[in-house]
């Protein structure tokens, strides 16, 4: 395959799934820019690492496991730069306020502080579970087994529970 071809099946592929670069990109910052800065760095390393994709594993297992990784090494360089520059922004999902009424805008501004605070890897395991992702497509994903993924899923899940009731009724 000569350098246009290869070029225009990426192109294709990360059109395809665009989707899930905005979801992570979402999931791992806040503002504008820094989605901005996150995108283009998974692309990139998409790019970078494309003549070693195998196969065996859908082009979304792929995107996923790059992106999560890249955003997982994008949010703790920022989180590092940020606290030192300023205060660390709470919340890192922003809807649109037109879309939803009051309880749900606060259920899912709770949800958000909840996410917010999980580790990245836990954050990651969060997105691909809401985002229906089988645990065998998760465990793929993230290099985990898929046991693993149903007792971390099931633990954040619990504490999700208790937490969310507990902000909830404040």
């Given at each position: 395959?000569?350098?246009i071809e290869?070029?225009?099946?990426?192109?294709?592929?990360?059109q395809?799934?665009?989707?899930?670069?905005?979801k992570?990109?979402?999931m791992?910052?806040k503002n504008v820019?820094?989605?901005?800065d996150?995108?283009?760095?998974?692309?990139?390393?998409l790019w970078?690492s494309?003549?070693?994709?195998d196969?065996?594993f859908k082009h979304s297992?792929?995107?996923?496991r790059i992106s999560l990784n890249?955003?997982?090494?994008?949010?703790?360089?920022e989180n590092?730069?940020?606290k030192i520059?300023n205060p660390?922004?709470n919340?890192?999902?922003?809807?649109?306020?037109?879309i939803?009424n009051?309880?749900t805008?606060m259920d899912?501004?709770?949800?958000q502080?909840l996410?917010?605070q999980l580790?990245?890897?836990?954050?990651a395991?969060?997105l691909?579970?809401?985002?229906?992702?089988s645990?065998k497509e998760?465990?793929?994903?993230?290099?985990?087994?898929?046991?693993n993924?149903a007792?971390?899923i099931?633990r954040?899940?619990n504490n999700?529970?208790?937490?969310?009731?507990?902000?909830k009724?404040?």
């Open positions: 395959m000569d350098a290869k070029t225009e099946i990426f192109l294709s592929i990360i395809s799934n665009k989707g899930i670069i905005y992570v990109t979402n791992y910052c820019e820094d989605r901005q996150l995108s283009q760095e998974i692309i990139i390393q970078k494309f003549d070693n994709y196969d065996k297992t792929w995107i996923y890249v955003a997982i090494s994008f949010y703790r360089k590092s730069r940020r520059a660390l922004i919340g890192i999902i922003d809807f649109s306020d037109d939803f009051e309880d805008e899912l501004k709770i949800l502080q996410i917010s580790k990245d890897l836990d954050k395991l969060m691909l579970y809401l985002e229906e992702k645990h998760i465990a793929q994903i993230i290099g985990i087994s898929e046991t993924v007792t971390k099931n954040i899940k999700f529970k208790e937490s969310f009731f507990q902000l009724n404040k």
